[in-house]
């Protein structure tokens, strides 16, 4: 009978025990808020509270007590968290030997301490227990025991009825409601952090909404132009002595540049997100650099009855940075500050300090709020302002300037108020100066060198096809293919622009594109430059003028109908009549790697489409030995605007 009450008494206790977990873990459940780790450590201290008084007054008021660990990545030292029984007394223990334990709130107790209580629990004294609480994210131990100095009480009087195996399960049932906590803290925080991105996104999407529609403004206000003002030459027949022709040309021109300028900004972004922007790092000229610059917006400026000023620091000479990204983010300032004043000045003030050197771009115009100050370097953000009749622009201009400048190690600096002007200041380090120029002239000859001079391969190239030139120049000249052999149709437009060839230079160009707009520019413009054009549209057409006669260059295009540009130029590479021809590849490749690979591919060189004509009239120089027989128009002569 005792037995079986000692039995229906531990079962009894586990019940107990077990319900006040569960209540523990459904206090936290409605807690809705609690998801920091404070709040679980709270819930935690609040299940084994319950654990040590339900415990203690189950057995009579024997002091329980639970020890955490001292710190959280402690493992020899713990703290008493909870007491109960006895009225809390802060001495609990004698032991056989060594100094009594004494245990309160609060109280440090080390391993080796919980380590003699497990002795004399194992050696068949039933006055203590001790029990582990450890699950994969937490460790406790559940001390018991009479608190007690007084040695008359028999041993019979300090008793446990507890035993081993029932501690075990309540062990079990505090790490089970623990690990419970802790996956509805992880929930939660899930739940919440899901919560955040999900409003970031819709943030975003509403953004890039705008963007899109903005970008859609931007890109069809300049086409609006070009394909106008061509429909208007294309009407009236082209004139190069009209002036008002050359104004439609002029227009064509400029909103071109606009739109490449507007995918150029979207393809920057992408790049520096993607952590693939890479800088080409130069000494650059400070005075003809910010005089670049301004003469890119005076034209603007003046339109607007606004005037640019310059001030530099007379001691400032050169800078080490990328001057290419340097020249873009000045341009983006200044043509912000342009936008947004309606009248007075716009300068751009150049000055050193401290190891750095500072770009400022301000003006006289209307300021920012603090507000909006907020969204200027926001992608696809833009800020209102009365300065500006709609909403121009994309919204990346700020954005890639700071991007541009943390690159080369510095920031973006704002100073506006309303009505009394902004400054936008490009902060860079200063101090890389001079090992840059340093660098500069050990390495400059040998680097120019080698971009002007062709590479051995190439040199022996250009040899071979001369005398292949000299060889076969009369049955080349019978036999060369010719538009109407390829395609009757775009033969007929070019016949009237193609040029002979002087007997004694290899001037022979393989144009491979099967786009007829871009055929008909590559056409157009070498065969102004001297060169004799062959168009191949596709791959067959390509190997069939490679028979008829050897050209000194072949532009080749990446994209070709049921064809890869790049393996026909690892096939021209393997074949042995045509491995020393130098291959050009021109694509709408232009991401980071891009030129890589089509080098890869065998290609000598790479141009990335829109193709710089400027750029190609120095590509086809350097791999042939023909110079300028006739000066491009001034269409193409005129100089680029980046």
């Known amino acids: 009978m005792q037995s079986l009450e000692f039995q229906l008494w531990n079962e009894r206790c586990v019940a107990l025990l077990g319900q ?63 007491v109960a029984g006895c009225g809390r007394s802060s001495f ?57 100095d007084d040695s008359s009480n028999s041993d019979d009087s300090l008793q446990l009825p507890c035993d081993a195996q029932t501690l075990e399960r309540i062990a079990q049932q505090c790490v089970a409601a623990l690990h419970q906590i802790r996956l509805m803290a992880n929930q939660r925080q899930n739940h919440q952090a899901l919560l955040a991105k999900n409003q970031e996104l819709e943030q975003t999407n509403q953004l ?35 002036l008002r022709h050359q104004e439609y040309l002029r227009i064509i021109l400029s909103s071109g540049r606009h739109l490449l300028a507007l995918i150029n900004d979207i393809l920057d972004l992408s790049k520096i997100e993607a952590n693939q922007m890479t800088l080409q790092w130069e000494t650059v000229d400070i005075e003809e650099l910010c005089n670049v610059c301004l003469t890119l917006v005076r034209e603007k400026a003046s339109d607007k009855g606004l005037s640019v000023q310059l001030d530099l620091q007379p001691n400032l000479k050169t800078v080490a ?10 341009f983006n300032l200044l043509s912000n500050a342009i936008k947004f004043t309606l009248r007075g000045t716009v300068g751009l003030q150049v000055r050193s300090t401290e190891g750095q050197i500072h770009f400022t771009v301000w003006d006289s115009g209307t300021g920012i709020s603090p507000k909006q100050q907020a969204l200027l370097f926001k992608p696809y953000s833009q800020i209102t302002n009365v300065a500006v009749e709609r909403s121009e622009g994309t919204g990346l201009g700020l954005v890639l300037t700071q991007k541009l400048a943390e690159l080369h190690g510095g920031c973006v600096e704002v100073r506006s108020e309303l009505n009394e002007g902004s400054r936008f200041t490009v902060v860079l380090p200063f101090e890389l100066t001079k090992d840059c120029e340093g660098n500069e002239a050990e390495n400059t000859t040998p680097q120019l060198t080698q971009a002007i001079a062709p590479p051995q391969s190439v040199r022996q190239g250009i040899v071979a096809k001369q005398v292949a030139c000299e060889t076969v120049q009369a049955q080349d000249r019978a036999s060369a293919i010719s538009l109407d052999d390829l395609n009757p149709t775009p033969a007929a437009l070019f016949a009237s622009e193609m040029t002979g060839i002087p007997d004694v ?25 001297g060169y004799e054009v062959t168009w191949a549209k596709d791959a067959p057409e390509m190997w069939v003028a490679l028979e008829r006669s ?54 000598d060189d790479y141009m990335s489409k829109p193709i710089d004509l400027d750029a190609l009239a120095n590509l086809m120089m350097k791999y042939t030995t023909l110079g300028l027989k006739t000066s491009p128009s001034p269409l193409y002569a005129e100089e680029t605007l980046i």
């Not at 569960?22 to 319950?50: C, D, G, I």
């Not at 100094?99 to 194992?122: C, D, F, H, M």
């Not at 940075?321 to 000045?330: E, F, I, S, T």
């Not at 230079?505 to 707009?517: G, I, K, M, S, T």
């Open 20 to 82: 006040q977990i569960s209540e523990s873990v459904t206090a936290y459940l409605q807690n809705e808020k609690a998801t920091t780790p404070e709040s679980v450590k709270e819930a935690e201290l609040l299940l084994f509270q319950r654990v040590t008084s339900e415990l203690s007054r189950l057995l009579e008021d024997t002091t329980v007590a639970i020890a955490l660990p001292a710190t959280q990545s402690s493992k020899t030292e713990f703290v008493v968290s909870c």
């Open 92 to 148: 609990l223990w004698k032991l056989p030997k060594g100094k009594p334990i004494t245990l309160k709130q609060g109280q440090p107790i080390s391993r080796a301490n919980i380590a003699k209580l497990q002795q004399v629990e194992s050696s068949g004294q039933n006055r203590y227990r001790v029990c582990e609480i450890r699950g994969e994210q937490c460790e406790a131990w559940l001390l018991m025991g009479h608190a007690t």
């Open 208 to 242: 890039k909404s705008e963007f899109l529609a903005n970008t859609s403004h931007e890109i069809r206000t300049p086409l609006s132009s070009i394909l106008g003002f061509t429909h208007l030459l294309q009407q009236q027949g082209f004139d190069p002595l009209n």
């Open 321 to 330: 940075a990328d001057g290419l990204r340097l020249k873009q983010m000045l």
């Open 505 to 529: 230079a290899c001037n022979r160009v393989l144009v491979v594109e099967d786009n007829f707009p871009n055929a008909k520019l590559m056409l157009t413009y070498l065969s102004r430059l």
């Open 550 to 603: 050897l050209p000194a260059v072949i532009l080749m295009d990446v994209n070709l109908p049921n064809a890869d540009g790049l393996i026909l130029t690892r096939q021209l590479k393997q074949h042995a009549r045509y491995q020393t021809i130098p291959v050009i590849v021109q694509t709408a490749m232009a991401m980071k790697g891009d030129r890589a690979v089509c080098l890869e591919s065998g290609a």
